[in-house]
T-cell receptor, first 113, second 116 residues
């Protein structure tokens, strides 16, 4: 079985401050990890993924995520938040060699002007 | 935009009816996955189609079925609709293999299904 936990339903951050959205996962075998963002009434937009290699992954719109195998975490980060970053963020995991992608319940990011 | 399109955008059905949702995958992609996203929840994996064959399935009953066509577009069919089937249905396309690949899934905008 595989699972994803996003422990915070909502994260509030002031514009210009760094942001972190937390994600921990559970999967047997090698994890493929993903972050997606969803704006109201829209589908999911891909931000970044970790498959193998460097633990720090850089993605779209200035976002990055750090893979930590010992803590089974894949937190999303951005050095300076924008109001336009306000949206719903989903972490997802897939076991290597399998099709099923499991998503977390999402974290609402609110960037305050 | 991802190049993945879905139709219709919105749909209202009554309990017991049947519905067909459609998805056109991004050019060059051969794999389509379908997800159900209930209000306030993350997407739940329904199934995946690779080269016209079902290639993985989540915990959904058989009344959820699908097709993939030679051009890699796909349909999701739901029979005997229940109230709990009300959700946003998302399709995602990717360039995959029979056992999955590292490729990213790109999502369409979704179809909002309401069952009354």
């Amino acid at each position: 079985a595989q699972s994803v936990a996003q422990p915070e339903d909502q994260v509030n951050v002031a514009e210009g401050n760094p942001l972190t959205v937390k994600c921990t996962y559970s999967v047997s075998g090698n994890p493929y990890l993903f972050w997606y963002v969803q704006y109201p009434n829209r589908g999911l937009q891909f931000l970044l993924k970790y498959i193998t290699g460097d633990n720090l992954v850089k993605g779209s719109y200035g976002f990055e995520a750090e893979f930590n195998k010992s803590q089974t975490s894949f937190h999303l980060k951005k050095p300076s938040a924008l109001v336009s970053d306000s949206a719903l963020y989903f972490c997802a995991v897939r076991r290597g060699g399998y099709q099923k992608v499991t998503f977390g319940t999402g974290t609402k990011l609110q960037v305050i002007p | 935009e991802t190049g993945v399109t879905q139709s219709p955008t919105h749909l209202i059905k009554t309990r017991g009816q049947q519905v067909t949702l459609r998805c056109s995958s991004q050019s060059g992609h051969n794999t389509v996955s379908w997800y159900q996203q209930a209000l306030g929840q993350g997407p739940q994996f329904i199934f995946q189609y690779y080269r016209e064959e079902e290639n993985g399935r989540g915990n959904f009953p058989p009344r959820f079925s699908g097709l993939q066509f030679p051009n890699y577009s796909s349909e999701l069919n739901v029979n005997a609709l229940e109230l709990d089937d009300s959700a946003l249905y998302l399709c995602a396309s990717s360039l995959g293999g029979a056992s999955g690949t590292t490729d990213t899934q790109y999502f369409g905008p979704g179809t909002r299904l309401t069952v009354l």
